[in-house]
């Protein structure tokens, strides 16, 4: 299995300050045929179920504000989000779905200060 | 709109068995993969399967193999979960989820139900 961790477990950030959550797997996650990262984030808040933010690792759902934005390749990736509002309190999850079981990381929680 | 919407909450005693449904709607069913995630009271989301409603091709997770049967009914867009054992241990939120992509290649979990909530108590 492709073991998904991530850091920090948890943050609290002002408003309109930089959060990074980061995400590492424990193999690579990028097709070597296709040139893609099968890596995506979600946002999952309190009594709701997760909602995709970012898919192939950079590319930001339909819909989702253009203050979050995901980078990286292979096995380490970054989930920012530029400048927080009090609605983006939340628990964020990073997953892999290059191969079978599609595991997620533990989840990382953002409060605002 | 494109949703997929859950059976209700269950409860039920150890030993029972149990099949939970998500209703497609507003795409066509026969071309996505649906997943299912359990997710713990408090704890880590968990991918337990897919399905092609297509032709019912089914993938299990290693962890889930043997413990749940994934299955779909194109001719009315919906999709199971179940059990026939139930265990304390299966109470769970459990949520549906479609991915993009297609046949040949799986994506990102784009659209998810309301979640099933599963409770198994003596």
């Known amino acids: 299995d492709i073991v998904m961790t991530q850091s920090p477990d948890s943050l609290a950030v002002s408003l309109g300050e930089r959060a990074t959550i980061n995400c590492k797997s424990s193999q690579s996650v990028l097709y070597s045929s296709n040139n893609k990262n099968y890596l995506a984030w979600y946002q999952q808040k309190p009594g709701q179920p997760p909602k995709l933010l970012i898919y192939?690792?950079?590319t930001r759902e339909s819909g989702v504000p253009d203050r979050f934005s995901g980078s990286g390749s292979g096995t380490d990736f970054t989930l920012t989000i530029s400048s927080p509002q009090a609605e983006d309190v939340a628990v964020y999850y990073c997953q892999q779905y290059f191969s079978n079981p599609f595991t997620f990381g533990p989840g990382t929680k953002v409060d605002i200060k | 709109e494109v949703q997929l919407v859950q059976s209700r909450a269950e409860v039920k005693k150890p030993g029972e068995s149990l099949k939970i449904s998500c209703k497609a709607s507003g795409y066509i069913f026969t071309n996505y993969w649906i997943g299912w995630v359990r997710q713990m009271p408090g704890k880590d989301l968990e991918w337990m399967g897919i399905?092609?409603?297509?032709?019912?091709?089914?993938r299990y997770s290693p962890s889930f193999q043997g413990q749940v049967t994934i299955s779909a009914d194109k001719s009315i867009n919906t999709a199971y979960l179940q059990w026939s054992g139930l265990k304390a241990s299966d109470t769970a939120m459990y949520y549906c989820?479609?991915?993009?992509?297609?046949?040949?290649?799986?994506?990102?979990?784009?659209?998810w139900g309301q979640g099933t909530m599963v409770t198994v108590s003596s």
């Open positions: 192939w690792a950079s």
């Open positions: 989820t479609r991915l993009e992509g297609s046949r040949n290649y799986v994506g990102a979990f784009d659209i």
């Open positions: 399905i092609f409603p297509g032709d019912s091709d089914t």
